[in-house]
């Protein structure tokens, strides 16, 4: 089989498409025949070799595929050979590659009005989304959300989940076709990162009260505007970061405020099991729906390494296997 493999940390080209061999499922393991694998930011910063979780070189980029169940080995009992899935991580085979192994607990069913390019849109960026609004956040219904950084494969699933969970919404993208986008998805109000001045509205968008919760996708820029925007009680979460920030802490203090990090390699197995049961209902009855913005083949992951990093989000790049 084909695969992209990583030989040395270092720009996009470092990512080769080589012939690998197929790997075979052991005690509990599920052989997946990928068609489709999401690209998350995260798997730039490994590649770069700057994460401070790095795989043994030489290793394939990625955790989030959707395909077919091609084998399964000893004491599988989730899926069957044929049965359609989605993953959210993988036995340490990667999921740029035309087939991977996984850990059963990381399968899941993806159910027919769901594509494969939507189901590779599911793994990192619902679970991530999912974790923050509900586990990390205690989002309630009835309750405001900010999401700041709506128009991505985090910001999307976030939008689409806290509507349907009877949360109002406010969402933020940096260009009118992500905007339009974060409408679709469901937001309330939308409201345009690049425009100076643009969260000076949120006081008026909600009565004068704040907001109840920020999922922050780029807390380097924001976090402490985000603090003057809350509610008493008020929570941030911290989702993505890509440098430092000088924050006044009498803003937490002043709302008995909460300011929550969550990254999803601390996710335990519980979590992903109660996270991948919602979902699973979600997409069944229609409430989540990924949004896929661009689709590349296989040997152009240096491309979508590149794309993924760009201003001007829409949804999720996923690979084509
Ligand atoms: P993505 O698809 O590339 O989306 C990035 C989002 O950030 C877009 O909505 C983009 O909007 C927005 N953005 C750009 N400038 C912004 C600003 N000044 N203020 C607010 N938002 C801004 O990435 P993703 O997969 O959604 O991930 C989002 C971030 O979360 C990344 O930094 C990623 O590394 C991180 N992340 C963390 C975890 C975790 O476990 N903690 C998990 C997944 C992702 P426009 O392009 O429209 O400007």
Request: proline share 7%; charged share 20%; net charge neutral.
């Amino acid at each position: 089989m084909k695969a992209i493999v990583v030989r040395e940390w270092g720009p996009p080209e470092v990512m080769k498409l080589e012939e690998v061999p197929t790997p075979s499922p052991g005690p509990g393991q599920v052989l997946v025949r990928v068609t489709a694998a999401g690209v998350n930011p995260v798997e730039t910063y490994v590649r770069a070799g700057t994460y401070v979780r790095k795989p043994n070189l030489p290793y394939t980029p990625g955790s989030d595929v959707a395909g077919v169940v091609e084998a399964v080995g000893p004491n599988v009992t989730r899926v069957r050979r044929g049965d359609r899935v989605y993953t959210h991580g993988t036995a340490g085979t990667g999921a740029y590659a035309e087939a991977t192994l996984c850990e059963q607990a990381q399968v899941h069913a993806l159910p027919a009005r769901v594509s494969f390019q939507q189901g590779a849109a599911l793994g990192v960026p619902y679970s991530t989304a999912w974790r923050a609004l509900f586990l990390r956040g205690r989002a309630r219904p009835g309750e405001t959300v900010l999401v700041h950084g709506a128009s991505g494969g985090v910001g999307t699933a976030a939008v689409q989940l806290a509507r349907a969970h009877g949360m109002r919404v406010i969402g933020t993208a940096g260009t009118e076709r992500g905007l339009q986008l974060v409408r679709e998805q469901g937001a309330h109000e939308v409201l345009n990162h690049r425009a100076p001045d643009y969260l000076s509205q949120v006081p008026a968008l909600t009565g004068g009260r704040g907001v109840d919760l920020v999922v922050e996708m780029l807390a380097n820029a924001n976090l402490d505007r985000d603090l003057d925007l809350l509610a008493l009680d008020g929570r941030v979460i911290v989702v993505g970061n890509r440098g430092r920030i000088e924050i006044d802490p009498r803003k937490i203090m002043s709302k008995d405020a909460d300011v929550l990090g969550m990254t999803m390699f601390n996710a335990e197995a519980e979590e992903y099991r109660v996270i991948h049961a919602a979902l699973g209902a979600a997409l069944e009855n229609g409430a989540v729906t990924p949004v896929v913005g661009r689709e590349l083949p296989l040997a152009e992951a240096p491309k979508a390494h590149v794309a993924v990093l760009e201003p001007g989000a829409y949804g999720k790049i996923v690979l084509i296997a």
